[in-house]
């Protein structure tokens, strides 16, 4: 096992870890579709669609074209009439933040949803204090099965509304209910989730299984760094978001004692004069390079902590969703472009399905990329569009890398910065 790694090896080691040193296959399908979520560990979920539904985006990056109805079939199927769901399906909880999870792994997440329920549904708290409201809802999918909020709400709107039905306040008692393990999601139909509770979705002998919590931890904290290949404590704890720092470090050490996790330092990684301590996964691979051009979404576990991502690639990366349309830098949803193993710019992009158009409407290089890599990117937004059934593409005027991929692309249609979504 190497004890030292230069940064474009580390950055080699993280991709490989991630799926990026794989050939694509031909016709990814269901056997492929698992892979790959097993192996980043987490499928992140995001409701903004200007493109494509960010849990959608890093199968394409990873696997090529694949059919998103095929992913629906794994991740939303769910028993039917109220029944638990198979043990080979997947649960959707707070893994990262809202993420797709395998079924069998409910019971790691109890320690999660048991500080939730700590840190919410104390006495004096909104749960408490709305215990009508939650047992309301509670005694709907008791006698009901799972439902969705509209379909509550419509129940709601039937009945002698008192102060506990107000509309606001069932969706946020399903939330915490949620968050808490006592309702799981049993689906969704088009992006509405279905709420069932956790009986009525998880198969029993999952929902009565127990894991301690520091179990709990080493466990989730071994998958992180199979899915990191090389990381630090932080980037480990970020990556299912543990926030104690003492459980990580001790789940960390026992990796090591285990022979599962080796220390290693990492060019410029350090603190101060000091390197920061690292480590390497027994399973990691060390490719002498990386061949793939691909589009990532922002919530790519390659760019999800930035911290990392500034440590890795030196890409600084932040969503301007929030800014004003006319104060962005970058664009509204842009999303980051790695060829090879290096991440060359970012594009912001749109698919315009009425007109069966990708729309690129920004499109930056990150410094010392060479306008050659144009034609990487170009085979790599070609892939987008037709992934997305989109026939055509039109670049816009605003970004250093347009004009570079105009040049390479003289088929695309061109058009004006647009200064809203």
Known sequence: MKQHLSLPEARRTALAAQGFARARPERPGTRQLNATVARMGALQIDSVNVYARSHYVPLFSRLGGYDTAELDRLVLRHGAGGRPRSSGSYIEYLGHEATFLPALDWPLWRFRMDDMRARYGAPGGWYAENAATVEWVRSELAARGPLRPAQIESDARRARRGPWWDWDAVKRAL?????????????????????????????APVLDAEVPRQDAIRELMRRAARASGVATASDLADYYRIRDRRAVLTAVQDLVDAGELEPVTVDGWSRGRAPSPAWVHRDAAFPRRIRAAAVLTPFDPVVWFRERAERLFDFDYRIEIYTPADRRRYGYYSLPVLVDDRIVGRVDLKADRTTSTLRVQSAWWEAGVAASTAERVAVALREAASWQGLERVSISSWGDATSDLAFVMPDAARHERAVTV
């Open 175 to 203: 939330e915490m209910m949620w968050r808490f393990g006592e309702v799981a999601i049993a689906g969704r139909r088009g992006f509405e989730r279905r709420y069932g509770l956790a009986e009525q979705v998880i198969p």
